[in-house]
């Protein structure tokens, strides 16, 4: 059977590898840290179990992609539904619960923004449309000729209803009335599921996730690294290798195509095709000369991603005993979202004893931020890259205070994380999280890497970041490569 090498075993990387293995391909894993996950990994530090970066987990509802994947599989997710409130978004003014349930959540937008209703109703509407349309593994955008021939098979009739919106900015589709509340509120969202605002993210992919809270929101059980860590069981009891500790430092390429990958512990292997679960900044890093030139001004062309900066705090549950465990907060309706005004705040569940010392619980912060500055400060001035580190971990803090009154004197443990720190523990070059703004559909990012059997799979390509969105793309990637190689 062809043999083929993943490298990375972030939710992309093993997902494609769990679904190759099971189509019967001989699958290897190569993993550069010592866990499985990347930013959706759990860590261990004095201990607490602390969400490195993804802490939400949606997509678990009946045709979710986490779902339909276990059923392909035949695993079992250790996870359970949140039932409640998905997470609680703090305004200075207000507080809007995100409640899974549609009536409640019905009740409680209108509660808030009684003039909103119809946008709702079309939101959902698109929504479902783009939902249903993901269900069908569509090929998008297609990588070669046979997918494209098969991108009118995924077609219903009510997909060319949304076709008005393939062009549309998200802004487009605010009510007449919407007031810097209501923008700030939509904009958050849209910010950590789109990584674009609404002035520029893209009206059919900004409705399909403010679905998100209401598409199977669930706790993973010992933190968000379970599933990487499910999926790390299944491919091992199933004959898959990973191997961790194991950073490919080089790949040969002969002929347009790569023959075999190196690792910085010496471990060399040849495959028929390779996934690269990487940006195609990281990507052009590994290929070095050999690099297509696609690739090359591809990287010379792009904006950089966001990057993230974070906090991993231990917290005394005694103090902070709230139950919703995600928060959302925006300091200044006003002002920019990122940068500390607006910040995500999770915490462990009270009642999952494996995360943290008794009597604690953990809490990762994080709010959106421009990688270069960061990546200049930490190359030429240490001292002053320090001192934005702790202003920054005081903004997050008194968001933290704002959503959560005694946060402050609750915690016992504050680690800050700079985009510096993302790029030394999970290798994305500038520490660029979040896969790419989705500002335009027609400018999605396909898995294709200018070799013929070398793929993208991870949250550069479409659709894009979150751990329900690479379950997606590495499905539409493990099909690419079947037909490819077989
Ligand atoms: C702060 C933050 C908050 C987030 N919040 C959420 C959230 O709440 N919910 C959600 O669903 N998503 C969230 N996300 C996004 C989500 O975490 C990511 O989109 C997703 O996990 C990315 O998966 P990936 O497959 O692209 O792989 P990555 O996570 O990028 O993992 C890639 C893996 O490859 C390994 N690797 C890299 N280079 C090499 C090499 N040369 N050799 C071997 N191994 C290599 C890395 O060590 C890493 O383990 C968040 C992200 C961040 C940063």
Redesign the pocket.
């Known amino acids: 059977m062809p043999h083929i090498v993943v490298?990375?075993?972030?939710?992309?990387?093993?997902?494609a590898a769990a679904l190759l293995l099971k189509q019967g391909f001989r699958v290897t894993v190569?993993?550069?840290?010592t866990y499985?996950?990347?930013?959706?990994?759990t860590f261990f530090h004095q201990g607490y179990h602390f969400d490195?970066?993804?802490?939400?987990?949606?997509?678990f509802d009946a045709n979710g992609p986490h779902t339909r994947l276990a059923d392909k599989l035949g695993l079992e997710w250790n996870v359970s539904p949140i039932r409640d409130a998905a997470w609680v978004v703090h305004l200075p003014e207000r507080k809007i619960h995100q409640y899974v349930d549609q009536q409640a959540w019905r009740d409680e937008y209108l509660t808030n923004f009684p003039y909103s209703e119809s946008f709702w109703h079309r939101q959902e509407r698109l929504a479902k449309i783009s939902w249903d349309i993901s269900i069908r593994d569509f090929p998008f955008p297609p990588a070669t000729l046979d997918e494209a021939l098969r991108l009118p098979l995924g077609l219903r009739l009510d997909t060319f209803s949304a076709l008005p919106y393939l062009t549309r900015k998200f802004r487009g589709l605010l009510p007449k009335q919407t007031d810097a509340e209501f923008k700030a509120f939509i904009d958050a969202q849209l910010l950590?599921s789109a990584q674009a605002v609404s002035d520029d993210a893209d009206a059919l992919y900004g409705s399909t996730v403010l679905d998100l809270p209401r598409r199977g929101v669930v706790h993973v059980h010992g933190g968000?690294g379970g599933i990487a860590e499910t999926l790390v069981g299944w491919l091992r009891a199933n004959g898959g290798q990973v191997c961790f500790r194991?950073?490919?430092?080089r790949l040969d390429v002969k002929n347009n195509r790569v023959t075999a990958a190196h690792?910085n512990k010496g471990l060399s292997l040849q495959a028929d095709a390779f996934l690269g679960?990487?940006?195609p900044w990281?990507l052009e890093k590994?290929l070095g000369e050999a690099a297509p030139t696609s690739l090359k001004s591809e990287v010379r062309r792009r904006d950089p991603m966001w990057g993230?900066f974070?906090m991993y705090v231990g917290l005394d549950a005694n103090i902070v005993d709230q139950s919703i465990t995600?928060h959302q907060v925006v300091m200044d309706v006003n002002k920019k979202l990122g940068e500390g005004n607006s910040v995500?705040i999770?915490l462990s569940p009270l009642d999952d004893e494996s995360r943290a010392p008794k009597g604690f619980r953990t809490a990762?912060l994080?709010t959106h931020t421009s990688v270069l500055s960061w990546d200049e400060l930490h190359k030429k001035d240490p001292e002053a890259y320090e001192e934005r580190k702790a202003e920054y971990a005081e903004r997050l803090l008194n968001a933290a205070e704002h959503a959560l009154p005694g946060f402050r004197k609750a915690a016992k443990l504050i680690m800050p994380g700079t985009p510096h720190t993302?790029e030394f523990?999970?290798?994305?070059p500038l520490g660029m999280?979040?896969?790419f703004p989705q500002t335009s559909l027609l400018r999605a990012r396909s898995p294709r890497t200018g070799l013929k059997n070398l793929w993208l799979?991870?949250?550069?390509i479409f659709p894009?970041?979150?751990?329900?969105?690479?379950t997606i793309g590495?499905m539409r990637v493990a099909k690419l490569v079947q037909e490819r190689i077989l």
């Open positions: 490298i990375g075993a972030g939710i992309g990387g093993l997902t190569l993993e550069a840290s499985p996950g990347g930013c959706a990994g490195a970066g993804a802490t939400l987990a949606g997509g950590i968000m194991q950073q490919v430092a690792t679960n990487l940006t990281a590994l993230a974070v995600h995500f999770s990762t994080s993302y523990f999970t290798r994305r999280v979040g896969g799979v991870g949250d550069s894009g970041q979150s751990t329900a969105g690479v590495a």
